[in-house]
């Protein structure tokens, strides 16, 4: 069983996907060479802005299963 920081996945080339404790962990983004984050949770900080990692914060978005986010790109 993965740890919470562990759960992400590929789901493209370098395209990953995950909750916010993979995106808070430093090893996590580095061990896959993660360099830029979307998020569409509002309240999470970029943390990594002074290590190179580029934030894109999408507040519109709600967090959930019945959102159509392809409309926001």
């Known amino acids: ?8 996945d590929e789901v493209h ?7 916010y404790a993979a995106a808070d962990c430093w090893e996590t983004l580095q061990t896959r060479g993660i360099t830029h984050i979307l ?5 999470a900080r970029p943390r990594f802005e002074e ?12 967090d959930n299963t019945s959102q ?4 926001h790109f």
């Open 1 to 8: 069983m993965r740890t919470p920081k562990e759960d992400i």
């Open 13 to 19: 080339s370098r395209i990953y996907m995950s909750g």
């Open 39 to 43: 998020t569409v949770t509002p309240h």
């Open 51 to 62: 290590k190179g990692i580029i934030y894109m914060v999408l507040e519109e978005i709600q």
């Open 68 to 71: 159509n986010v392809i409309n």
